[in-house]
Nanobody, 125 residues
């Protein structure tokens, strides 16, 4: 059972930056797709960004494109989400997830198999 542990959330002013980390507990020869989702109060959990571990490709939601960057550290088995130019509408609980069913990036919540516990990101105006 893979465990994903997020860290790096917090309170930041609009225009600021945060970097989220997601460490996977299990070292495997090949990881598949690692993604970030977020859920704001009263809203559905939505796709933010994902990275195909073996292919190296990335994908972003339109709302964060150009502001957020997803990256990985193979040695640390960790994926990161660098969030720049943060806006109040970015406020949400951010979740790390892994899709073990594909090496091609998928963006639907139900396609991801493992989830972290979430980390709160609050952007003040």
């Amino acid at each position: 059972q893979v465990q994903l542990v997020e860290s790096g959330g917090g309170l930041v002013q609009a225009g600021g930056s945060l970097r989220l980390s997601c460490a996977a507990s299990e070292r495997t020869f090949t990881r598949y797709v690692m993604g970030w989702f977020r859920q704001a109060p009263g809203k559905e959990r939505e796709f933010v960004a994902a990275l195909s571990w073996s292919v190296g490709s990335t994908a972003y939601a339109d709302s964060v494109k150009g502001r957020f960057i997803i990256s990985r550290d193979n040695a640390k088995n960790t994926v990161y989400l660098q969030m720049n130019s943060l806006r109040p509408e970015d406020t949400a609980v951010y979740y790390c997830a892994e899709d073990i069913g594909s090496v091609v990036i998928r963006t639907l919540r139900y396609q991801y198999d493992y989830w972290g516990q979430g980390t709160q990101v609050t952007v003040s105006s």
